[in-house]
């Protein structure tokens, strides 16, 4: 049920790249990534609020920003491999079967979703 959400939200952002370019693959794969990552960023801002945890030892390693770049780069890569020309192909069939105000309805939650979790974010820390 995740996957689909977000086979969903790729998938319209992959639609609204397509008008632009020939390849959205990567386009639309590092918006999923960077809308992964707010909903991460937020579900660690409402842990560390909830228990009243401290993340600064963390912080405070000497590898602390190598080591999350190295990371994110990892898990934008595999969403890179994840979404595969086939993939994609079954995803955006789905997508369009859907109705037009269906679709048009999922790139909104996609936009609206992404900035209300960076906004809730920003109030928890």
């Not at 707010?38 to 228990?51: D, G, N, P, R, T």
């Not at 790139?107 to 979703?113: E, K």
Request: net charge positive; aromatic share 22%; no cysteine.
């Amino acid at each position: 049920m995740i996957m689909k959400f977000y086979n969903n939200i790729f998938a319209s952002a992959y639609r609204s790249y397509d008008k632009y370019e020939k390849s959205p693959r990567y386009r639309a794969g590092s918006f999923l990534f960077v809308y992964m990552l707010s909903s991460f960023s937020l579900i660690l801002a409402i842990i560390k609020k909830a228990f009243a945890l401290n993340f600064s030892v963390v912080r405070n390693y000497p590898g602390y920003q190598v080591l999350s770049l190295l990371i994110g780069f990892f898990f934008l890569i595999l969403i890179w491999k994840y979404y595969t020309n086939d993939k994609i192909e079954t995803i955006i069939k789905d997508f369009e079967a859907k109705p037009t105000g269906e679709r048009k309805l999922w790139g909104f939650i996609a936009v609206i979703t992404f900035i209300l979790q960076w906004v809730g974010f920003i109030f928890l820390i």
